[in-house]
């Protein structure tokens, strides 16, 4: 064998390991570190989504209580609280009670 043959042997033989490796880092290391930081970003996404939405909902239910109390409010001042609560007495007094949030 020449020097050239046997120099290009060693060569080979060295330089396999390290392209291996980088073949493995890249081919196996990349995806996976790619696809762990993906799925914190929808996990991310996923908690903003759940605290707008329960935010929302506990907003709406403040709502509901408010206006709950002010028509209660309301029904009292006209004196028909202790009467009969009728679909059209209720509806009169969400009616002005809406009237007088908008001003």
């Known amino acids: ?7 290009a042997i060693v060569l080979a033989t060295v330089m396999i390991g390290p392209l291996l490796a980088a073949w493995a ?10 696809r762990a930081v993906a799925d914190d970003g929808a996990d991310r ?3 903003a989504a759940a605290f707008g939405l329960a935010d929302r909902c506990r907003s709406v239910g403040e709502s509901a209580r408010t ?3 002010r028509l209660a409010t309301e029904l009292v ?3 028909t609280a ?3 609560l009728t679909a059209a007495v209720a509806r009169a007094a969400a009616d002005d009670l ?5 001003r």
Request: charged share 20%; glycine share 12%; proline share 6%.
């Open 82 to 84: 202790t009467g009969p």
């Open 77 to 79: 001042a006209r004196g």
């Open 1 to 7: 064998m020449s020097m050239r043959t046997r120099l």
């Open 25 to 34: 880092a890249i081919g196996v290391v990349v995806p996976r570190a790619n």
């Open 67 to 69: 206006t709950a109390q």
């Open 98 to 102: 809406a009237r007088r949030l908008v």
């Open 45 to 47: 996404g996923a908690a």
